[in-house]
């Protein structure tokens, strides 16, 4: 067998590939996120024996505390949040290896700690190992964070990669994402820069690319002579619990239009990349979101739900959320109608809509395909046809459903829909690992693939920010919908003659 | 350790027959799924794979359990043959089980047929299994008790056997059973699930390209293992040698020790393979890899995961943790079964280089 020098011979077949050895850094390591997110995520990677096999954890957070104090506190995080029940051997393994540095980010002697705490590792190991920076922080301190570690000589390592992963939001408007990638490009190249959205590290998410590029069935009909409208919705059923503070700030186009509810919609109309290269998928989707114009303000719909009935209870209207202003005009509800400016998809509407509050939680993706040319049974009444819709549902009961028209029983040919359907749930064996442990496994390996570049970042703000402009300018009362609800019924005004919204 | 819930039988969903046949139980089988679907139309029924496991019928019992310890990774329809000896008819029984594992309001249902039949029947048991598998699935064979006869005449209809090498009665003929099956369908060994570990760490030790060429320079390879499990060292040797082009030598056993050389590029490769008295579970117990320029490397078992140990030219020596948690032979067993759904190619290369030491 010929044996290729410059490869690793060894990996043929192996399902989880050799990840350098690795330390990774969090920044924000006592946040909601990291005990609620990134240290099961870390834990459930040790448990299966998927992180590098050398890998060191450093905290690094305001609060004042020793390694160990900091070791008890993710232990609790990890027992409480893991998907699994935590092997104690191999947490109490883990947690030998985690250091703790405490201090805020513009402290210079927090930087020089820890560049002492990676050198130590290194220097004990025999050999450099990745870095790998988290920002799990406020956004308020991403650009700062970055300056010091270049300040600092962190940014680079010889013989090994340095990496940095940024949590979203990034950015508040594009002005200030564009400053933010330029500050963050004036330390790093964009090849160390991972930003996230979560989203994409779901696998019912990835699914949506495997549906579309390895079944042959639907790509003849993928494109604008088929396809009539398509519904992007990602409806939630509870209000903003205790986030008032990051929601008020942010609403609903923000916190999932911006970043989750775009990257469907690119991985949905994208082109089939050559290969599933990193860049070549990005290419692919920055230039849909290249196509797609910022919508006309008659094409945007936002609102704010007022008191209803929630799973049975009462519930407070936005206004009345404990840390809610009361005059916010934060929408809790936005929807909007896109047109991709492209061969494939010109003249098609896709429908954005995504909302807290509503009468479910769900997010799907509704392709809805033009009715047949002739009805050739309507002399018999068939009242019920309607045309085909295609749902591929990210959440909850992951999977594709396929409305057909069906004769119904009995002596006359009368039609109505009946659906063909397909869960996930029903098909695979394995559980599917949290987004995170997908994302964080892939910083490691150095595969951006599902992380967002900096031009992707700023070609959806650009469809975002002349809405959030124009409602700058906007004074006119906010809709308003019902707690428990479809949401408003100002939503219906954008849709094309003939289309409707699909019940959540 | 998952915290997804349990499989639990469901109380509405069994029959039994006595003396039966198998288009009764097909029907029978048909008849619980409609039924169940319209008593409660959350219920979707799992369809992934079909498992046919032929066991003694005095050891069901404790192959039921194993089965039951496989976490997540339950066959979509279980068909439980229980060969009596001396036994001329089939009596049978299907029950439902719920498990909690899909996320949302829906619930999987997964199918058990329970077949009591006798040695006769083996030979033809294509004929009696043939009609209870759901169409168009994978159809994993199990035969943890031997009966060859039985796993023969299902394999026009299987697409995946599995095996654990480790519970042949010689390595010699558990290689060649294994490689015969390999060329009818896909062959997943428990034996060679059991050294994935150890693989993946081995291979993820020499992956920094600076110490990637050492892997050209291996001069001898020690490896040991369970009382029983010889074999999973020789898949191991194989693994390595296959990978990195050695031609195998012959292994010659002495004092319970197996020694012998492969020929590599560059040099011979000594290779050990020692039976640990120590370890009480199947599997490999410990690896040394050593080097021409002096490096080693070693992995043994240890809390929390493979403890192991580098030793540079210069007689450096480092000892480190590599994380992970052990899987059981529950996890391994239901590894197995989700490796029937996936696609090993360094496995056959492995049991070809491992079954060439033996000759």
Redesign the interface.
Known sequence: ???V??E?????????L????TTLVIFGATGDLAHRKLLPAIYNL????A?????NLIAVSRSDMENDEYRRLARESIAKYS???A?E??????LEQVRYVPGTFDDDSVFESLGQELGKFDQ????PFNRIFYLSTSPAFFALIIEKLGEHGLQRHD?ADVRVVIEKPFGTRLAEAQDLNRQVLSVLDESQVYRIDHYLGKETVQNVLAFRFANGMFEPIWNRNFIDYVQITASEDLGIGSRAGYYDSAGALRDLVQNHMLQLMTLLCMEPPVTFDADEVRDEKVKVLHAVAPPPPEDVVRAQYTAGMAEGKDAVGYLEEEGVPDDSRTETFVALRLEVDNWRWAGVPIYLRTGKRLARKVTEIAVTLKPVPHLAFEAEGSVGVQPNHLVLTV????GVSLSLGAKIPGTRLRIRPVNMEF?Y???????SPEAYERLILDAMRGDPTLFTRDDEVEAQWHIIDPILESWGRDETPLAEYAAGSQGPEEASRILAPGHRWRAI | ????APEVPDAGAVWAAQNTTPSDIEEALRHLLQEQHARDGAH??????NLVVIVDRDWRGEIMNRLEQVG???A?RTIVCAVETGRQTIDASVAMTIGG??????H?TRERVLLDLGEKHLAKLDTIVDPLVVTDLPTLVWSPHGHPEAVDALLHMAQVVLVDSVNEPDPTSALRRARELAREVYVVDLAWLRT??W??????????P?W??E??TIDGVTIRHGPESSVAGLLFFGW?G????WKPGTLTTVNGTARGTAHG?RDDITLALESDAGQSVPGLAGVEIHTSSGMSISLDRG???LI?RRR?RKG?E?S???????RGEGGILGEG??QA??R????R?ALDCGEALLR
């Open positions: 067998m010929a044996v020098e410059h690793n011979p060894l990996v043929e077949g192996l399902e989880r050799p990840v350098h050895p040790a448990h299966e024996g992180l590098p096999e050398r890998f998907r699994r029940q092997d051997q191999v947490l109490d393994k883990l004990e190991a025999g050999l013989d959440q909850p009961n992951e869960l749930g029903t098909s695979f064996l394995s559980q | 350790m998952s915290k997804t979707a029924p799992a369809r992934v794979l997540r990774y339950h979509s594992d899909v996320e949302g309001d829906l999987l994935t570990p693989r993946e760490r081995v291979a993820a030790t020499f992956d920094p600076r990637r060429e892997l050209f390595l296959s990978r990195l082009g590029r809390p929390g995961g192991a540079d450096n480092q480190w943790t590599v994380l992970g948690a052990s079964i989700r759904l996936l090993d190619p360094a496995y290369r």
